[in-house]
């Protein structure tokens, strides 16, 4: 099945309409391996073809649908127009007006060809599974499983603009339980890459997955206080989500950001910088265009301390009165939003050790839970465990506490060791928070 002919196909069919359209193709080929003490829970393979129309009338009223049936595109392609006729005009409708030579997928390093095939993922989860029990303490499993995709995806622009690119997704994912007589403790680990030779070693990531739970039994509470706060790097991720979500071109239009007014001021401390990188050589939300067809660049999006830009597709920045930055993505059904791409904080100048050397008394949080943080005021509430720090060494395992704050102050309060490492999408050397409120179970 070629895609680049279906897309043309549609547009064909909307021209005869009169009307103009965009089409987005995604041909997801998946396949996937469970499996829980050694016993294998769930094999699915699937192929999918999703096709995603914008209909555009008059330049200022769009409509958007999508489909999996390829044998009645011309109904589908009626129905879009037709509801494209019926809604309200919006003068933000913006489209690209010039395309532009691209970076391939090969160049990007998002392709690997290698054929994988449903023993291989078999071995590779069973591999971490087994490798976490090889830790006498481990005493149960909630499962590992393994993935491979490959998703090609074809955008035709109003413009003219024709891409399309290939992309290749492998995964790896343990959860193991530690411990005995009722004191129990979880621990997990993954990896994912774009290229199979990346993928973290699966006796690595059950072996990790075994040290998290391990390391955890026998935790304790601590008293509620003020204390620094070190984010593990897996931990800050989730901060580093935070912040792109708050600067999101959406988000700011809607006025539901705390950081709504604050572009090109200073809201880290000026050895800050935050990238956007859609061109991040194996990143897995690499991607040589975006989902309006602009051509992919880096985006310094903080520099020294300083909010540069928002992220922005065409019709946010029309809003704002700004140019796009290059991050729409478009839904299967081609409705299209800003979201970031490799989203990170870059390395800071000092190392994860002095790091924790320079904390008397704080906590090292490994894990978050809860949904507690507010984008609309910056408020943040999160129940946290990990480990606490005293006199610069990480003593003992804590747990039953919360880390709150505002997250304006803690972007203030910020400091990044020089441990950056890639794995997803956000990503972030180990952070720390000079005092976050910390609540424990055990009082004043």
Request: aromatic fraction near 8%.
């Amino acid at each position: 099945m070629d895609i680049l002919n279906i897309a043309a196909d549609i547009i064909k069919l909307v021209k005869k309409q009169n009307q103009s359209a965009e089409v987005s193709i995604y041909e997801i080929n998946k396949i996937s391996v469970s499996q829980r003490l050694s016993k294998v829970e769930q094999i699915s393979q699937s192929k999918n073809c999703t096709v995603g129309i914008r209909a555009i009338v008059d330049k200022t009223k769009a409509a958007y649908i999508s489909t999996n049936d390829l044998n009645n595109l011309s109904n589908t392609v009626s129905q879009v127009v037709e509801m494209a006729k019926n809604v309200p005009k919006d003068p933000y409708i913006n489209f690209a007006v010039d395309g532009g030579n691209y970076t391939s997928s090969t160049d990007l390093g998002i392709l690997d060809n290698s054929v994988v095939t449903i023993d291989n993922l078999k071995k590779i989860a069973e591999a971490a599974e087994n490798s976490a029990f090889l830790c006498k303490e481990v005493v149960n499993s909630e499962g590992a499983s393994a993935s491979y995709s490959l998703v090609n995806t074809v955008l035709f622009t109003v413009s003219g603009f024709i891409g399309s690119f290939s992309k290749s997704i492998f995964a790896n994912q343990v959860s193991v339980i530690a411990g005995g007589k009722g004191k129990m403790k979880v621990g997990y680990s993954y990896d994912v890459a774009c290229n199979f030779y990346d993928l973290k070693s699966p006796r690595l990531i059950g072996k990790e997955a075994a040290k998290r739970a391990i390391d955890q039994l026998n935790s304790r509470s601590i008293k509620t206080g003020k204390l620094p706060v070190i984010f593990e790097k897996r931990a800050a991720k989730e901060l580093v989500k935070s912040f792109a979500s708050a600067i999101n071109g959406s988000s700011i239009v809607s006025s539901s950001s705390f950081l709504r007014n604050s572009l090109n001021t200073q809201i880290f401390n000026n050895r800050i910088n935050i990238i956007d990188n859609p061109l991040l050589p194996k990143g897995i939300e690499s991607r040589p265009f975006d989902g309006e067809g602009i051509i992919s660049k880096k985006n310094i999006l903080v520099k020294n301390g300083v909010l540069q830009n928002w992220i922005l597709d065409l019709y946010s920045a029309k809003k704002l009165n700004l140019e796009t930055t290059g991050n729409a993505i478009r839904a299967n059904n081609a409705a299209i939003v800003p979201a970031a791409s490799n989203f990170y904080i870059e390395n800071g100048n000092i190392s994860f050790e002095e790091l924790i050397e320079e904390v008397k008394e704080g906590v090292y949080i490994t894990d978050l839970f809860g949904f507690g943080v507010n984008l609309i005021n910056g408020d943040y509430s999160q129940g946290a465990s990990g480990f606490f720090i005293e006199n610069g060494k990480i003593t003992y395992p804590i747990h039953e506490i919360t880390v709150a704050s505002n997250l304006e102050n803690m972007f203030n309060n910020l400091v990044v060791a020089n441990d950056l490492t890639f794995c997803g999408q956000f990503n972030s050397p180990t952070i720390k928070i000079n005092e976050m409120m910390i609540a424990g179970s055990l009082g004043n």
